[in-house]
C-alpha cells in the first residue's frame, strides 16, 4: 500500500499530517511526501516546512493520493504539472483523497466532476462551481473518491478510510494509540455551530481566499 | 510572542503540529521549530521529516515552549543538552508545554516536580515516577505548565491555551478557521472507552515503549 502525501507552497500542515497520521499506520503501508521538486516546502504559515522526499515524477502509481489544502491550493489548481501528476495517479489509484481546499485541486484536475464531494466551509460554492455536488458533510466517500471538510476533518477521514481498508478494529486501535477522544474547549468548530458574528467575520476575511 | 517548537528524532508528527496549527496563528507570534542541529528531523515514521530552521542555542527565550512526544521522547528524555535548554527556556518562558510523552522529556528536566500533569494514556505511570501527579484529563493547566495527552489532545491544548493568551472569541475564530468539529468515526479513543481487548493489545505491544 504506498500512499503519496502531494505538498506544495502554502499548503496548510495540518491537512496534511492529521490523516498522515492515521493512515502511515497501515501495515505495510509505504508513505511518501512528493512535490514538484525534492526538498523542503513551506506550508501557510511561513514558520514550518516539510521535506518532500521525492518528485511528482518519481512517484507514479500510489495506491492512496492524499492533497491537503490552504491558500496554496489556489496556485495548485492552475499548475497543470500538479494536474496532470493528479489526473495520471488517479487512473490508478485505489483511494483519491483531499482535505479542506485540497478538493478544489482535484476538481481543478476533473475528477470530481458530478461526484459528492466536501471541502472547507468557506470554499463550499466554489467546489460547487467546479461541477462537484458539494454537501456540508464533513467526511464524503463516493467511490474511490473521498474528501473532507477544512482542516482539522482529515483526522476523521483518515481513521474512516482506515476502517474500509483494515477493519474496525484495526482503525480503533489507532484512534486509541493517537488518544483521538475529542474535548473541544467550545463549541465553534462548524459555521452553524460557532457565533454568528465569527462566521461573518472570516466569511469578509477570506471573501477572495476560497474563490476560484 | 515567540514560539518555539522542539524536534527531535522520533517525534510523532501531530503532537508538534496540532497546538502549530491554533497557536501559530497568535496576531504577531513568531514560530520557530528548533533542534540540536539545523536540517530535517525525522518523525516516528520515518517516512517524514520536518525542518528545524534554527538550533536550540540560537533560540534562548522563548515565550511559550511546546515539546511533542513519540517513541524518541526516550532518547530526548536522556539527552542532556535538550534537558539544559529545556532547564534555561523554562526560566524565562511564559508558558511550558507538551503533547503526549512530551511530558516525560519534561519530566526528566524537573520542570514538572510535584505538578499536576497528564501524558499519553499509555505513559501516565512512568510520568507519576518522575515526581509529576499525574491525572487523567486530556488538558491540564497546572501554573504556567500545560500538558496534554496523547497525540490529538495537541489540538484541544493548542485551542484552550490560544483562549487564555487571546481570549475566548480569538480561539473560537481559529477553532472555526480550522474547522474543528470532531467526528470520530469511533468511539474509541480512551482506554475507558476502547474494547477492552484494544486496551490491552495495546498495553502489551508497548509494555516497554512508554517506560523511563
Same mark, same amino acid.
Given at each position: 500500500?504506498?500512499?503519496?502525501?502531494?505538498?506544495?507552497?502554502?499548503?496548510?500542515?495540518?491537512?496534511?499530517?492529521? %490523516?498522515?497520521?492515521?493512515?502511515?499506520?497501515? %501495515?505495510? !503501508?509505504?508513505?511518501?511526501?512528493?512535490?514538484?521538486?525534492?526538498? %523542503?516546502? &513551506?506550508?501557510?504559515?511561513?514558520?514550518?516546512? =516539510?521535506? !518532500?522526499?521525492?518528485?511528482?515524477?518519481?512517484?507514479?502509481?500510489?495506491?492512496?493520493?492524499?492533497?491537503?489544502?490552504? %491558500? @496554496?491550493?489556489?496556485?495548485?489548481? /492552475?499548475?497543470?504539472?500538479?494536474?496532470? +501528476? =493528479?489526473?495520471?495517479?488517479?487512473?490508478?489509484?485505489? +483511494?483519491?483523497?483531499?482535505?479542506?481546499?485540497?478538493?478544489?485541486? =482535484?476538481?481543478?484536475?476533473?475528477?470530481?466532476?458530478?461526484?459528492?464531494?466536501?471541502?472547507? +466551509?468557506?470554499?463550499?460554492?466554489?467546489?460547487?462551481?467546479?461541477?462537484?455536488?458539494?454537501?456540508?458533510? /464533513?467526511?464524503?466517500?463516493?467511490?474511490?473518491?473521498?474528501?473532507?471538510? @477544512?482542516?482539522?476533518?482529515?483526522?476523521?477521514?483518515?481513521?474512516?478510510?482506515?476502517? /474500509?481498508?483494515?477493519?474496525?478494529?484495526?482503525?480503533?486501535?489507532?484512534?486509541?494509540?493517537?488518544?483521538?477522544?475529542?474535548?473541544?474547549?467550545?463549541?465553534?468548530?462548524?459555521?452553524?455551530?460557532?457565533?454568528?458574528?465569527?462566521?461573518?467575520?472570516? &466569511?469578509?476575511?477570506?471573501?477572495?481566499?476560497? /474563490?476560484?
Amino acid at each position: 500500500m504506498r500512499i503519496a502525501v502531494l505538498l506544495f507552497d502554502g499548503f496548510t500542515t495540518l491537512d496534511a499530517i492529521g %490523516p498522515y497520521e492515521t493512515l502511515s499506520r497501515l %501495515p505495510e !503501508a509505504e508513505t511518501v511526501f512528493i512535490a514538484k521538486e525534492r526538498g %523542503p516546502v &513551506r506550508g501557510d504559515q511561513g514558520s514550518l516546512a =516539510l521535506v !518532500a522526499d521525492r518528485t511528482l515524477a518519481e512517484v507514479t502509481d500510489p495506491d492512496i493520493v492524499l492533497v491537503p489544502g490552504g %491558500p @496554496g491550493s489556489d496556485l495548485a489548481m /492552475r499548475d497543470e504539472t500538479i494536474l496532470d +501528476w =493528479l489526473r495520471s495517479a488517479d487512473a490508478t489509484s485505489t +483511494w483519491t483523497t483531499s482535505v479542506c481546499t485540497g478538493s478544489l485541486v =482535484l476538481a481543478a484536475a476533473g475528477l470530481l466532476t458530478g461526484r459528492r464531494a466536501t471541502s472547507h +466551509w468557506l470554499a463550499l460554492d466554489t467546489l460547487e462551481g467546479f461541477g462537484a455536488r458539494s454537501t456540508g458533510e /464533513r467526511v464524503v466517500f463516493d467511490g474511490k473518491y473521498v474528501t473532507a471538510a @477544512g482542516v482539522s476533518s482529515g483526522i476523521d477521514m483518515g481513521l474512516s478510510l482506515l476502517g /474500509r481498508i483494515a477493519g474496525d478494529t484495526f482503525a480503533q486501535t489507532i484512534q486509541l494509540l493517537t488518544e483521538y477522544d475529542p474535548e473541544p474547549p467550545y463549541d465553534a468548530g462548524s459555521p452553524d455551530k460557532a457565533p454568528a458574528e465569527i462566521v461573518a467575520a472570516l &466569511r469578509n476575511e477570506h471573501a477572495t481566499v476560497f /474563490r476560484a
